[in-house]
């Protein structure tokens, strides 16, 4: 491998290490960001059986008929979409 070639494989090395240290500080301060949210709200939409929507901004509970609406949005829109194309 020549000098230039070994000069550019470490710097890209080193600018990687640099750039992956950096995300993975902002990502840790959007992940504590967004447990403050939770637990500010005192919810935890990520616990097992946890089955509520709920807005994060506002802590408000959807009604059950809104929750199974947007549970099925996908599936309903895939059907519509079956049924207008076939």
Do not use: H, W
Not at 44 to 59: A, D, Q, R
């Amino acid at each position: 491998m020549s000098d230039e070639r070994l000069l550019r494989v470490v710097l890209a090395t080193f600018l990687f290490c640099n750039i992956a240290i950096s995300r993975a500080k902002k990502d840790e301060t959007d992940v504590v960001a967004i447990m403050d949210t939770l637990s500010r709200l005192r919810i935890n939409p990520f616990s097992e059986g946890y089955t509520s929507l709920v807005s994060l901004t506002s802590g408000f509970v959807a009604e059950d008929k809104v929750r199974t609406d947007m549970q099925r949005a996908q599936k309903l829109g895939e059907e519509r979409l079956e049924g207008f194309c076939y």
